[in-house]
């Protein structure tokens, strides 16, 4: 059984565009990611993939900002409730520690309360509130809802994780 199945962690490769540009489509409406005043093509980011015997669960893309510091910029676990996120985050951060890396860090919204729970969790630290900033995304990218459970989206939540 599937749910049984330990989740495994490793770098997308070429053969799995088609799984990336999937996962992507299905949660963000296309390979864009608006965030901090740019568009960013989160498919042509370094990226990592979750599986459950052979089948993608999950993903996470991340870009170097510097030598020391990366921003994930899309985690999304296909099948929520069985670690996909969390297998994710710490193969990002098995890597980010072998390549020295001192900083992770990551964007979210205001309204998104449960990733903002799960990276807290997990070990990050709310550091920035950049008030009103997804009205400079919704300017790049006008698929951004204007709200999501009630909850009007309007400010970005910066978070880091110090390795």
């Not at 770098?11 to 299905?26: F, Q, W």
């Not at 698929?143 to 390795?163: F, M, Y």
């Amino acid at each position: 059984m599937d749910a049984e199945r330990p989740v495994g962690v490793g770098p997308a490769t070429p053969a799995d565009t088609e799984s990336v540009r999937r996962i992507l489509s299905e949660s963000w409406g296309g390979p864009y990611v608006a965030v901090h005043a740019e568009l960013i093509d989160a498919s042509a980011q370094r990226a990592l993939l979750a599986r459950v015997a052979g089948r993608p669960v999950g993903l996470l893309t991340y870009r170097a900002v510097s030598g020391t510091e990366w921003e994930i910029v899309t985690l999304d676990a296909v099948e929520a409730g069985r670690g996909v996120g969390r297998a994710l985050l710490d193969g990002l951060r098995a890597e980010a520690a072998w390549e020295g890396v001192t900083r992770l860090w990551l964007v979210t919204t205001n309204e998104n309360v449960r990733a903002l729970r799960f990276y807290q969790r997990y070990g990050f630290d709310l550091v920035a509130v950049h008030r009103n900033a997804v009205e400079a995304a919704r300017r790049l990218k006008p698929s951004i809802p204007t709200h999501d459970d009630g909850i009007a989206i309007r400010h970005e939540l910066e978070l880091e994780l110090l390795l």
